[in-house]
């Protein structure tokens, strides 16, 4: 095996540590999408090409990764079937459902500890796919703003890209732990905002936009400010300016 003329390691093993990190990072997507749900117990994972496009890596790095969660029980294969889900050996994360205005409150200001720092990190971090899947959302919030309506689902997208785009999977779990905890009070905000009028929507697809912007054009200050700035209005447009007293 060849070396270089100071002889340090060989070229093969320069190029192997950033497959491992690929494959790593494969794993903790897959890993959470099985925990939190997404992809049920029993069902079968989507085919390799897919999985590998979707998570823009190539076949080897996917099959590295899903030899890792086959190790721990989590995927097993059918012999020319494809890679099926095994239920997780650990409680996925999760939380309690909603049940009252409080919770509500209280998901808002989780959301403000978390979110904010993944929009700062996208900035840093994005390429171009995601930064695609970004815009992709945004443009199914222009479009429903244009008909006077607000759709929760691409307004979760919307977060939850941006988290991916942060490439942390302890951000990305974190929110897909909270997807119904979210839609709950972005159906609730979202329905306010219909009957405020077509002139709120437009502000809060602002919002939204100039988010897009600074994460784009690499902003990671600003980003942070105005993802903090545009959960803050949310939850203070659907509580009217009147939060509620959470002191025990």
């Not at 941006?162 to 839609?183: D, F, K, P, V, W």
């Not at 054009?217 to 009147?242: C, K, N, Q, V």
Request: hydrophobic share 40%; with cysteine.
């Amino acid at each position: 095996m060849a070396q270089d003329k100071s002889g340090s390691s060989p070229v093969k093993d320069q190029t192997k540590k950033p497959r491992v990190a690929l494959a790593d990072r494969v794993y903790h997507s897959l890993y959470s999408r099985i925990t939190n749900g997404e992809y049920a117990p029993n069902s079968k994972l989507p085919p390799e090409n897919i999985l590998a496009t979707d998570l823009e890596v190539s076949r080897p790095v996917l099959r590295t990764a899903l030899e890792k969660l086959r190790e721990e029980g989590l995927v097993y294969s059918r012999q020319g079937a494809g890679s099926y889900v095994r239920a997780a050996k650990h409680a996925p994360l999760g939380f309690a459902k909603v049940e009252t205005l409080a919770d509500i409150q209280r998901c808002y200001e989780f959301r403000l500890t978390i979110e904010p720092e993944a929009a700062s990190l996208a900035a840093t971090r994005h390429n171009e796919a995601i930064l695609r899947e970004i815009e992709h959302a945004l443009d199914l919030l222009k479009v429903a703003t244009g008909s006077n309506q607000h759709r929760e689902d691409a307004d979760f997208a919307f977060h939850l890209a941006i988290t991916r785009a942060a490439n942390n999977h302890y951000l990305e779990a974190s929110m897909r732990a909270l997807r119904e905890h979210i839609n709950v009070g972005m159906k609730l905000h979202g329905q306010s905002l219909m009957s405020d009028g077509l002139k709120r929507l437009e502000e809060v697809l602002e919002e939204h936009s100039a988010i897009y912007r600074a994460i784009r054009d690499g902003r990671a200050e600003e980003a942070r400010t105005l993802m903090y700035r545009h959960i803050e209005h949310s939850r203070d447009r659907l509580f009217g300016g009147s939060l509620l007293s959470l002191k025990m």
